[in-house]
């Protein structure tokens, strides 16, 4: 089955740290960008942070860039969001994304959607 | 970044056609082809309608379609039914941002 399942969310303190996981299945997972994308309940979607199909590559939103970092490893399907110095403002379903691929008869190539998507996992950072 | 800009409910009758509005700037959609829509069902994960402003990804039904004017970008759907009466995002991707995804602030449905 084609799936994405993330794991790792929880309760934590402001500074805390928590590391989130993301399995991949039933695709190549090393053809893919991936991203992480979260939704504060009942509010709208913030993009995160995003990693190329080799991992050398990655982005972040202003509002994580230097606290969150993100990994992939393509030998066990898997992406990785460490989040350090978390905030209440952090707190958020965060969901796992598959960036979408489009071919033509020549190449494929990354269109800059998000064509997959996991069932999410929460991160609450309250004291 | 900010946030793009959608109105908050548009509502519409079974049957009618309905257009949903997604607001930038020259630096985000204004500059871009590569704008998306996602319906989000409550409860669930998004769901990819639109990418690249027109196109349809397989098994999406042909009552959704996209459209792009400057620094506005468009989802119209048409025959509304009373299942379309979820939440709907638009995205837009600009490589050169340092933030190069933006979500707009959603939409909801109503279908009277």
């Given at each position: 089955?084609?799936?994405?399942?993330?794991?790792?969310?929880?309760?934590?303190?402001?500074?805390?740290?928590?590391?989130?996981?993301?399995?991949?299945?039933?695709?190549?997972?090393?053809?893919?960008?991936?991203?992480?994308?979260?939704?504060?309940?009942?509010?709208?979607?913030?993009?995160?942070?995003?990693?190329?199909?080799?991992?050398?590559?990655?982005?972040?939103?202003?509002?994580?860039?230097?606290?969150?970092t993100?990994?992939?490893?393509?030998?066990d399907?898997?992406?990785?969001?460490q989040?350090?110095?978390?905030?209440?403002?952090?707190t958020?379903?965060?969901?796992?994304?598959?960036?979408?691929?489009?071919?033509?008869?020549?190449?494929?190539?990354?269109?800059?959607?998000?064509?997959m998507?996991?069932q999410?996992?929460?991160?609450?950072?309250?004291? | 970044?900010?946030?793009?800009?959608?109105?908050?409910?548009?509502?519409?009758?079974?049957?009618?056609?309905?257009?949903?509005?997604?607001?930038?700037?020259s630096?985000?959609?204004?500059?871009?082809?590569?704008?998306?829509?996602?319906?989000?069902?409550?409860?669930?994960?998004?769901k990819?309608?639109?990418?690249?402003?027109?196109?349809?990804?397989?098994?999406v039904?042909?009552?959704?379609?996209?459209?792009?004017?400057?620094?506005?970008?468009?989802?119209?759907?048409?025959?509304?039914?009373?299942?379309?009466?979820?939440d709907?995002?638009?995205?837009?991707?600009?490589?050169?941002?340092?933030?190069?995804?933006v979500?707009?602030?959603?939409?909801?449905?109503t279908?009277?």
């Amino acid at each position: 089955e084609v799936q994405l399942v993330e794991s790792g969310g929880g309760v934590v303190r402001p500074g805390g740290s928590l590391r989130l996981s993301c399995a991949a299945s039933g695709f190549i997972f090393d053809d893919y960008a991936m991203s992480w994308v979260r939704q504060v309940p009942g509010k709208g979607l913030e993009w995160v942070s995003d990693v190329n199909w080799s991992g050398d590559n990655t982005a972040y939103a202003d509002s994580v860039q230097g606290r969150f970092t993100v990994s992939r490893d393509n030998a066990d399907n898997s992406l990785s969001l460490q989040m350090n110095s978390l905030r209440a403002e952090d707190t958020a379903l965060y969901y796992c994304a598959r960036q979408m691929r489009d071919c033509n008869r020549i190449s494929c190539f990354t269109v800059y959607a998000f064509d997959m998507w996991g069932q999410g996992t929460m991160v609450s950072v309250s004291s | 970044q900010s946030a793009l800009t959608q109105p908050a409910s548009v509502s519409g009758s079974p049957g009618q056609s309905i257009t949903i509005s997604c607001t930038g700037t020259s630096s985000d959609i204004g500059s871009t082809n590569l704008v998306s829509w996602y319906q989000q069902l409550p409860g669930k994960a998004p769901k990819l309608l639109i990418y690249e402003v027109t196109k349809r990804p397989s098994g999406v039904s042909h009552r959704f379609s996209g459209s792009k004017s400057g620094n506005t970008a468009s989802l119209t759907i048409s025959g509304l039914q009373p299942e379309d009466e979820v939440d709907y995002y638009c995205c837009s991707y600009e490589g050169s941002s340092s933030s190069p995804f933006v979500f707009g602030t959603g939409t909801r449905v109503t279908v009277l």
